[in-house]
DNA sequence: GTCTAACCGAGACGGTACGTCCTGTCTTAGT
DNA sequence: ACTAAGACAGGACGTACCGTCTCGGTTAGAC
């Protein structure tokens, strides 16, 4: 499908093996500093590169935040057949991402900056949006299997941040557990709720 | 109760205003910049305060930042008589809060020191949990009064975050609706599924 | 002469064990760090006293400064009956001066305040000019014996800036040795010269 | 007789111009304050420059003072054919020096810097030697005409030191004239005592 | 085989804020 | 009226980072 174009434009070409030592190191960065503490001049001694070279590539710290949380994967595609099982599997997953990638502790910087910052928001949406989607799927297949009344099909964003808030809730907020005990109650409360509403 | 003892420092007493104005000044560039745009030179100028006056008092940004929110206004006591009285005053009084104060501005900023520096996160958590207490006693006073099965009284909490997340997670995360609409959909999915449960 | 008089003042008398520990504190820490070395507070605090007690004493820095230098014995009086006695002895005793007392640091620091602020020129005048009296008592006394020729009676400061300033011009400019048989030569010259003349 | 070397080091060079901006600016503040006065900011700011620019070519106020020391223009070549034309060309000259450019507030304070700081000495030696040394010169040309006797060769740099300590003993410490009718006293005796001798 | 344009590393640039320090003044309670 | 203690406004310190810019040099397609 790819397909190999020649070059329109003149000059020395970028170094594409540049952008992923770049966002590897930004990535890095921003798990052990957070964005507060997030150097451009680190990340650019880090990937072995010039400072212009980020910035030719990012033009600026929020920009280059962004993609490199672009590089934390998304939650895997999660399909047990059940929503039961789909909702356990999230939960599973999401622990994991955040045990492994410190994706937990760039959210709420980038949260900071969509409040803070206008120009920030719709691009931070869609971000957000993209790795919230896998919630909603396993909402809409349970609407479709049946196993949720179809009068919620017009709430399954609503019920995907239902349960996806009491998780960032207790991670960024109040620090309660997110075991999966607790987990267990919050899916029979919604589900419940939803079924019998 | 309070009772007037010698004072047992000496030496000039610190100046009492500089505090509410420090704050205040702390408060507003809080809610304009954020907390990433705060600038200690900028409260020591809006406070008409020396900047080591301000460093005498707080040690760092973060602690000025917390007691700056400190001066936020709690939820109002809420208690309607029914659970869902409290819940529909509850989202009403937090909208409004808000709206006027930029307390939003401000918390997912938190959020992130307290992801960042364990050292913040005790402190952090403190100052949440003070701010999330009306959700619990709402949810307790619903138990007391039967409105909610005696069983979930030992998840009075997890209740609060369930009902409590969601409205963070939009405002913060997916910047969904959080509308009069969306609230009862929401109450009546949580308080179903308890009352079934 | 002296005499006690009835205190006309009301109030707690001053302690006037302060003064001198002030001075000697101010004095020390003039000696190891110079004048723009001197700090205030150190001196209050080396002299276990409040800074205020300090400014109600002298007025400022240089106030301090210029008396701390008064505790730094003068040129003892040397009459050893010649000349050349006297400008032996006076070089011995300058350069033990400056061996044992640190005036040698504090000198040039307080002529350059002189040429920086006029209003301290001619306390620092003053002060100067006592400490080169003993130069100019024994040109003036040599004259007097006869060992130098009347006609230089005019000239005695002259011949005394003369003397010393090559003394001072090594320490403090040159960095030139002033050693016994340095000055020798020097007497030699300008004792000759004045006998010639 | 330049040579133009390929540039070795790498990076965007140093704005040159920023120097002399950078120079002159310090030499203003210098002869206006005084070394104590000499604020690194103030530099910066007159060059139009930022701070880190100074800091970048000069890692302290002593380099840079003593740097912009070195833009004052050294004792114009003096050689009139004669020894007592020489002094009396050296001292007006010094004294022009004196009047116009305020190396007169710079000198003492160099000296105070000198007595403080050892690890400073020996700069400040170097560049006030050379500053001395066309006094030394022209008692060099003297004796190599047989004006002074050829076994004052090895005391150059002490009758240097006399004629030009008696000049800076008046206008550093004591205060006294420095005028032609004085200096003609001065040259008289020494040149005198060392004819004689 | 040049030419030219965009890239590259390196690092200086103006600007801004940091947190610390010091001066000289002021404000307490206590002597 | 003094004392110790220490807070105050003001302002400089030297460091650090941002995002931009300017070098000499490299790497490609266009001529």
């Known amino acids: 499908m790819t397909q190999s174009y020649p070059r329109l434009v003149r000059g020395r070409p970028r170094d594409e093996e540049a952008d992923g030592a770049i966002l590897d190191a930004a990535l890095a960065l921003l798990?052990?500093?957070?964005?507060?503490?997030?150097?451009?001049?680190?990340?650019?001694?880090?990937?072995?590169?010039?400072?212009?070279?980020?910035?030719?590539?990012?033009?600026?710290?929020?920009?280059?935040?962004?993609?490199?949380i672009g590089r934390i994967p998304e939650l895997?595609?999660?399909?047990?057949?059940?929503?039961?099982?789909?909702?356990?599997?999230?939960?599973?997953?999401?622990?994991?991402?955040?045990?492994t990638t410190r994706l937990a502790g760039v959210l709420p910087a980038l949260a900071a900056e969509r409040m803070r910052r206008t120009s920030a928001a719709a691009r931070i949406d869609a971000l957000m949006?993209?790795?919230?989607?896998?919630?909603?799927?396993a909402i809409e297949r349970a609407i479709a299997r049946g196993e949720l009344p179809r009068t919620a099909s017009a709430d399954a964003r609503l019920i995907a941040d239902l349960l996806a808030g009491v998780l960032m809730q207790r991670v960024f907020f109040t620090g309660g557990p997110?075991?999966?005990?607790?987990?267990?109650?919050?899916?029979s409360i919604v589900v419940g709720g939803l079924r019998r509403g």
Do not use: C, H, I, N
């Open 31 to 68: 798990s052990e500093q957070g964005y507060g503490g997030l150097r451009m001049e680190a990340v650019a001694a880090r990937a072995g590169v010039a400072k212009a070279t980020v910035y030719r590539r990012w033009p600026d710290k929020l920009s280059l935040a962004m993609a490199a």
């Open 76 to 99: 895997p595609p999660v399909d047990t057949g059940s929503l039961l099982g789909d909702l356990r599997a999230l939960r599973t997953a999401l622990a994991a991402l955040f045990r």
């Open 129 to 137: 949006q993209a790795r919230y989607r896998p919630w909603v799927a």
């Open 178 to 187: 997110v075991d999966e005990k607790t987990w267990k109650k919050v899916v």
